[in-house]
């Protein structure tokens, strides 16, 4: 059962000024056979935000944000937007705040295993006697190294900090750029907890003491005609988690090169598993009207990534065996034949791009029609 | 002034000559290579650089599949230490390790190894996915001897001619490892 009431105000006291302020109740219950207690979740939230335009150009937003929850406590969340235009054709935009990230239900409560693959997911709140269990039944070969049965997971805190610039060089492109510096404590990301008898793993929520994470975000939409439009997009991502830095930093992780051992040095160290340095998209959208078609092909990139540690010395590093980069590409055509009936066609993966090695779980090419009727 | 410093030197020099204590012995390194022990413990002696027999009690160390015993403490299962052995697990390259720090040793039990065993908590970890072993990078054991000497070593690796790439998952349980040992009692450092 899931219950969320909200309430929101917004009321104008002056021109180019604004006020708006807000609550909510959050309630949820679950009892479903993947959640093996019965959950709950009780949390309300306030906030009041203020949007000023004191002088022309400039806009300001504040705003603050009260949580409050019924494990995790309350929590204060303020923040501060400052946009600044320059001209009809150049915007700033900077952002500092604060964030609250309460563990969800899944990371508290979930009981799930993937009946195809075979793996396990528990959420922290379960883990231990979930795990108890898989052990009597002997379905547990071992638990992963670390794991010395502390599960539980506290929320998340931030502090975010962003500043860009949007420009219009002409009318039909619009183009921005952002850099981002985001400081995280006690950030939640998923571990291999267990080792299952069946070769798969156990997975869980654990939180990771002190992550930075930095970069630059770019966007760019050029509408060619009316009819074609062409999206981009590239992110350049460092996550970071600070302990795993100051180890490499002070000389304290060690790997192998065939059978000689070397001290790794700070820039040996990656960063967090599963993230790409370099992520980027590319999209064309193609409309014929008289057709009443349109096709749409999208290009996804992402560089190397680090799955997991694979020289056991703990750490995302550039002795690792990474997954290597790749670009999937998707193809579809839309057709409405009237205003009830749309046909569809594509391709999802159109160049079959797999890697049994490093991603298994990657399908290949996909092509798929479908019909569309709306009554 | 010149006498003096003179007088200091000759001092210096004559006591150095006088120094009766025996001439110690030299370090011994050595890389010990395919010791199989995947069936039943085999025992090692530092001393003699060989495995030594199941029915001698002069054994230092001993392993049997990816599990290393001493010979040391009140453990009695599979057999009794009646050593006077230790262990500790540090990290660093094995150059790093000047000298065994005698605070630090560890001694087997019925509870616990010395040498805590399983993937990641002692000296290797095992790979789910390709199923094999590899030695930690950075971890160097050091040694007390049944004897009460010191030894510190490093594991190379644990398969048949300790390839730099594991291909072969079956010809595990063969032991690589090098190690520096110093043969004269109650000096800790390793260095001559």
Redesign the interface.
Known sequence: MMLRPEMRFIYNPIKDQQISAGFGYDYETLNRSDFTTKAYYRSQFAYLQLESKPIGGIDILAGLRYDHHNIYGHQWSPKLGLHYKLNNHLSLLSSIGYGFKAPDFRQLYLDFTNAGVGYTVLGSYVAATQLAIMQKNRQIQ?L???INGDYALKPEHSINVNIGAQWNPASNIHIEANVFYNHLKDMIDTRTIA?KTN?Q?VYSYYNIDKVHTQGIEANATWNITSCLQVTAGYQLLYAINDSAANAFKHG?????E??T???LKKSDYFGLAERSRHTANIKVYYTIPKWHTDLNIRAIYRSKYGMYD????GYIDDKDTFVPGYTIVYVAVNKEIDKHIIVSAGADNLFNYTSKKSISDMPGRIGYGKLTINF | MMTLAFAGSFFISCSSDNNDSPKLANVQSDTIKDIYAEKSYVRFNFAQKDTVPASSNDWDIAFNSTTIIVNGGSATTPFARTGNGGLYKTTGLLSDITSADTTKFAVDTDNALALTTGSGNGWYTYDMTSHTISPKAGVVLVIRTHDGKYAKMVIDSYYKDAPATVTDVYSSGYYTFHYVYQPNKGVTTFKN
């Open positions: 071992q992963a190294s670390g080792y070769g793993s304290q992780v060690y790997a192998r065939g059978n051992i070397i001290k694979t020289n056991g010395d």
